[in-house]
């Protein structure tokens, strides 16, 4: 089952039609996600897998908190920022990811290059390493090409989108 990230439309820039598709990929390769959602540094949702599409009969919303990209994109950006407090109190530099394993689920934030996060919500069953790793690979992907213009866009997308 095809799921696919909210916010379609025509008249996206080549950068944002990238992106959406690296999230694509991301959510339909990688056994055992859930939901994925990339926050601005200022914790804003840009872009999100749609949880609507994750639902299996007699789940609900299919383990998304509470159904919403925008629930998801608030617990990133705050584990983010506690983890970067945490950091700056222990010296420890800048946080490169974080994960918090829990009986019913996974939770992973990684940092991408301009300051926003990619948070990835998994099954409790979910291979980590594999995660982390695509999580890596698409950090890395989109980190250049997320400028400001783009960060923009992708707001402006999401806000229509609702």
């Not at 109190?89 to 996974?106: A, I, P």
């Not at 919500?121 to 999580?135: F, L, N, W």
């Amino acid at each position: 089952m095809a799921r696919v990230p909210i916010a379609h439309g025509a008249g996206r820039s080549t950068q944002a039609r990238n992106l959406h598709w690296l999230l694509t990929n991301l959510v339909d390769e990688v056994p055992g996600i859930l939901s994925v959602a990339v926050v601005s540094s200022d914790g804003l949702l840009l872009l999100s897998s749609d949880p609507g599409r994750n639902e299996v009969a007699g789940q609900g919303s299919g383990g998304g908190p509470s159904g919403s990209s925008a629930d998801l994109a608030t617990i990133v950006s705050g584990l983010g920022s506690l983890t970067s407090g945490a950091a700056k109190l222990m010296s420890g530099g800048l946080v490169k990811q974080t994960m918090v394993t829990m009986d019913e689920g996974s939770l992973f934030v990684m940092s991408i290059s301009d300051g926003s996060l990619l948070g990835v919500h998994a099954t409790p069953d979910c291979d980590m390493s594999v995660i982390a790793y695509h999580m890596a690979l698409f950090v890395g992907r989109a980190g250049h090409v997320l400028t400001p213009e783009l960060r923009s866009e992708l707001r402006k997308s999401m806000e229509s989108a609702q």
